[in-house]
């Protein structure tokens, strides 16, 4: 790995960047995570939520206790996997100090970024006896698929009930003030299959019911609130086979909830109805993904990370995220979490790229967090 500009934290964020870990897969990540902490003296545990979701890392979490008895407490949190690479990840720093893949896939910045930020303030923290009214960090596995990670810890081990993840793709001082509901929907076609030169009048092509649902549903944004996707469609054995399967996979999400229940409905009954056309049959499945939540600027968790952002020498800004965080799992559970812009950019693309001053901004709004913290009842 070419280095143009280096320091411990971007050594330690290269050095996670470089290891892959797609949902599922993150045991090189999480044990790094682990040594580090054990390095600074601190203990941590990982639960069975690895079992528990069929992959091979659990939720690592550590406490550090306050040493102040007044402020609030708060708990920081990161997720460990990333979308799945397509290849090798070569990170680089260049000389503009961006820091990119060079192998031409993700560079994993999403989440890795506020990984090594949240280690890195702890060894601060820690180096320099710093004040504060007690902290925990916590990194999830399978954020990526459904938050499925923080949706298997028991938060009931938390003992602060304000906290702050890093999981947005813009510059550093936005707030996320709002994130939507998400509905996952699963389509399985069944036709007919037949000789598609032979005998075409025989068959039922699955491939074409299916095709004429996608065509008819709403997708991309649908209104100011409101998106919908189709991600993945299988189907078919060969080229001169009417193909008797097609299934396909979707999404709905929205800031109304009301707007995603009523919009996955309406696709299940395009599948239906384009299926009764070529005589086909349509299984069909919605189920909830994420829950969504909403902050006011006056919150108090958003009134302290705006007085952190101005600490570290940043001015706040609030927007509504169209994407699900693990703030969305804890804030469904009662906590308060807001998540924070860290710089990454163009993340889960080819592009994706972080500067090495974003990586050392957000040390620096995270020892402000812990600062303002302290200082605030």
Known sequence: MQQALTSPLVDLFLELCALPSPSGRERAVADCVAAYLDDLGLECDEDDAAGRLDGDAGNIYCRIPPTD?????????????????????????????????????????????????MLGAIRRILDEGREHAGIELLFTPQEEVSLRGADAFDHTRLVATTGFVYDQGAPIGEIVLGSPHARLLDFRFHGRAAHAGMHPEDGRSAIAAASRAIADFRLGRVDGETSANVGVIAGGTARNVVPEWCSFTAEVRSHDERKAVELAREMLESAAFAASLVDCEVESEVRPSFPGYRFRESDAPVRLAASALERAGYTPSYALSGGGADANVFNARGLRCVNLANGMMEIHTPDEHIAVADLEGMLEVTLALVDVARETA
């Open 69 to 117: 008895d007044g402020g609030t407490p708060i708990f920081l949190c990161a997720h460990t996997d990333t979308v799945p690479p397509e290849t090798r990840i070569d990170p680089i720093v260049g000389e503009d100090g961006i820091v990119r893949n060079a192998a031409g896939t993700i560079l994993g910045s999403d989440n890795k970024a506020a990984v090594v930020v």
